[in-house]
């Protein structure tokens, strides 16, 4: 009976000492809003001479800057702009020529017509980007890392990286977006405890944002063949979009830094980790349990 009762306290003391372990901090990242980045322009509707669209034409790629430069870099940012780059080309019908705005020229707001100038182009891609990162484990696999080396041995971490590009194709001389494309990507890999707080997880979200600019690429492809007979007029004014950009002022949650949450933070936040009074009751009830045995 007393053999009984000492494993059934031990079992709720671990139970509740693990509760809440399985869902461990998340990440996030996204690119800065579009009116920290581009000058306002001059409405659409009212521009006095709409300047039709004319193929093919050289274009420019703008990579929007995002706010965790841990999950992915600048130098990320120029290596899928080169990607898109070339993909873009393949549309030789439509575009002859890409060039890749500089990190340098957009620290502080640039204008379309400073785009134009530089890189003498009408037509401009601006991509933007959301990508979340999140981790799960079950309980079991969280009190065996406990022992240490199952945190590095034991690929128990769930780490799903979901991406979401958004880019606007814009035409400067009419300051109109002319359509608007996307691309998604989603992947899921096992890691260990401690693998899924260092590289490893920023490497699956390098892989994850370039793979949605990938598919970003593929949908524009589809999208030009239907530019033949567009009408400007049918295009919506960016001057609305950097209006309604800037007038939502967004609180940056998402540290600069790592952002993951650590895991001695995390255990003194009462998370579900083992404190010094539990694992000080469960030694006591191991020792108590062998005594007795000894005894009898």
């Known amino acids: 009976m007393q053999n009984i009762i000492t494993r059934l306290l031990i079992t709720v003391l671990i139970a509740l000492s693990i509760q809440g372990c399985n869902s461990l901090g998340p990440r996030g990242s996204s690119s800065r809003d579009l009116a920290n980045v581009l000058a306002p322009v001059k409405d659409s509707l009212v521009v006095k001479e709409k300047k039709p669209l004319v193929f093919p034409t050289t274009v420019a790629i703008l990579m929007v800057p995002g706010t965790n430069s841990n999950m992915v870099p600048n130098s990320t940012l120029r290596l899928a702009a080169e990607q898109l780059k070339k993909k873009l080309l393949k549309n030789e019908k439509y575009i002859n020529g890409v060039s890749i705005i500089s990190d340098g020229d957009i620290r502080e707001k640039i204008s379309l017509d400073t785009i134009h100038d530089l890189y003498g182009v009408d037509i ?164 108590f349990r062998i005594l007795s045995r000894r005894k009898v």
Not at 197 to 221: L, M, P, Q
Not at 252 to 274: E, I, M, N, R
């Open 124 to 287: 401009i891609v601006v991509l933007s980007y959301q990508q979340d990162q999140r981790r799960t484990q079950n309980s079991f696999a969280s009190m065996l890392d406990i022992a240490i080396a199952p945190a590095f041995m034991l690929p128990s971490v769930k780490v799903t990286t979901s991406t979401v590009i958004d880019g606007k194709i814009i035409h400067i001389p009419s300051n109109a977006i002319i359509f608007r494309s996307s691309g998604v990507d989603e992947r899921a890999i096992q890691l260990t405890r401690v693998s899924s707080d260092g590289s490893k997880s920023n490497e699956e979200s390098i892989k994850g944002f370039t793979a949605a600019v990938d598919e970003f690429g593929e949908n524009v492809g589809k999208k030009l063949k239907n530019l033949d007979e567009f009408d400007i007029s049918n295009s919506v004014s960016l001057n609305k979009l950097l209006n309604e950009n800037n007038g939502t002022q967004k609180t940056d949650t998402v540290s600069t830094g790592d952002g993951w949450t650590k895991v001695d933070s995390y255990k003194s936040s009462g998370g579900g980790a083992f404190g010094l009074i539990e694992i000080l009751a469960i030694c006591s009830l191991t020792l």
